[in-house]
């Protein structure tokens, strides 16, 4: 038969725990409080966990975030999810921590001979500058889109093509042209070219490829470098939510402007599909829609992110 617990010890146990846990007062504190001596007041708090009174979780970030990445690669099919933690929501911080992510898992996966695709913009400029000075051998790094810009605005591109160079002691393929023609007949024509074609061709063969997406907002990157119309712009934010290899995106995972999308320059969207490693790098929450958009069009099979982005994607 079991002994009966004393109802006087539990509450002295309840009330112990309630000013303990929730007052925050001191062991000392409660044992002048309730007139009973201080190891009375330990013995008490291990009373109430045996008798389950009181339950301590630990909530632990780094616990969390191997969660969302196992519910991310399951609801997206992805091959390997990295999180970095943040409570910010600040643009610069999260591309702070995803250039270190990305630059670490580059240390883990690029072997000999790999050939490394590369778009450009702030995020693809964080990575670069967290990269680290690569062991392996015979790895080239080339251009997925044209980086040529039609204005004074920084993109980025060649700050990023340095910083691959040294890293993996290479000469990245450069591909030397406009991200946008302003017609289809003339990009065709310049694409048919032999040098560019073989630069896309290279593009299109490379077995990793590192891109960021990006969003529709007057503020887009994408939108302040002069290859656009005022008018274009409008056209697309009526019917994307972002980009990939500055190629528009629906809410659904698809091209949004077939027009505007066949004068673009650079590797299309089906070949990231059969990359050994797609590796999508974006975080924020204005991100989160074309984020969503590129993994449901399942353009990458590797999502590195933030904590913040990773939850929103998982309520989508």
């Not at 038969?1 to 000013?19: N, V």
């Not at 949004?256 to 650079?266: K, L, S, W």
Request: proline share 3%.
């Amino acid at each position: 038969m079991s002994k009966k617990i004393d109802p006087h010890k539990i509450q002295l146990a309840l009330d112990t725990c309630h000013l303990y846990y929730e007052d925050e007062l001191s062991q000392n504190d409660i044992a002048k409080k309730l007139d009973i001596s201080r190891p009375t007041v330990s013995r008490l708090l291990q009373f109430a966990r045996q008798q389950g009174l009181v339950k301590i979780e630990i909530s632990d970030p780094l616990n969390q975030l191997d969660q969302l990445a196992l519910q991310l690669s399951d609801k997206y099919n992805l091959k390997e999810v990295r999180i970095a933690y943040d409570i910010t929501n600040q643009p610069s911080i999260i591309n702070e921590k995803l250039g270190e992510l990305t630059a670490n898992y580059l240390d883990e996966i690029v072997e000999n001979n790999d050939s490394i695709g590369i778009a450009w913009g702030r995020t693809l400029e964080a990575v670069a500058n967290k990269l680290h000075s690569s062991k392996k051998s015979g790895v080239k790094v080339v251009e997925l889109k044209g980086s040529v810009s039609a204005s004074e605005i920084n993109n980025y591109a060649k700050d990023i093509i340095n910083k691959f160079n040294v890293a993996f002691h290479s000469e990245t393929i450069s591909l030397p042209l406009p991200v946008f023609f302003d017609s289809a007949i003339t990009k065709n024509i310049v694409t048919e070219d032999r040098f560019i074609k073989n630069i896309i061709t290279a593009g299109q063969e490379t077995n990793i490829a590192l891109f960021t997406s990006g969003t529709v907002l007057d503020s887009a990157l994408l939108f302040k470098l002069g290859y656009l119309s005022p008018e274009e712009i409008a056209r697309i934010k009526q019917e994307a939510v972002g980009d990939i290899i500055s190629r528009f995106l629906t809410k659904e995972g698809n091209i949004a402007d077939e027009e505007i999308d066949n004068r673009t320059v650079g590797v299309p969207l089906s070949s990231l599909k059969e990359k050994k490693y797609s590796i999508l790098i974006a975080g924020s929450s204005k991100k989160v829609a074309s984020m969503h958009a590129a993994l449901i069009g399942g353009y990458a099979n590797v999502l590195i992110t933030d904590s913040t982005s990773a939850k929103a994607l998982l309520a989508m």
